[in-house]
């Protein structure tokens, strides 16, 4: 079973690039069929997709956030990471680091980590 792990700083200044990793134990980041997959929920709001890597490479992102996001896996390290540009405090929310599995879009969860955007 696939487990997750998010890390990374809990506090980003604006304009600086928010950066996340994704620590995948129990599966492989190249195993066909999957999606390496970012959410986030910002406070009081719903889930929001930021978007994805597939194990072939393909990427797909929000057209809303796009111009400012970079997902990428590593796979020496069994890791996906994100990265969000020119951060403002909107971009405040705790982070998810999702598996698509399939025709499963959302199988399995990390636990989510705070990111604060502030000066």
């Known amino acids: 079973q696939v487990q997750l792990q998010e890390s990374g700083p809990g506090l980003v200044k604006p304009s600086q690039t928010l950066s996340l990793t994704c620590t995948v134990s129990g599966g492989s980041i190249t195993t066909p069929n999957y999606f390496w997959m970012w959410i986030r929920e910002p406070p009081g709001k719903g889930l929001e997709w930021i978007g994805y890597?597939?194990?072939?490479?393909?990427?797909n992102y929000s057209p809303s956030l796009k111009s400012r996001t970079s997902i990428s896996r590593d796979t020496s390290k069994n890791q996906f990471t994100l990265q969000l540009s020119s951060v403002t405090p909107e971009d405040t929310a705790v982070y998810y680091c999702?598996?698509?599995?399939?025709?499963?879009?959302?199988?399995?969860w990390g636990q989510g980590t705070q990111v604060t955007v502030s000066s």
């Open positions: 890597e597939a194990s072939s490479g393909i990427t």
């Open positions: 999702v598996v698509g599995v399939g025709y499963v879009p959302l199988r399995y």
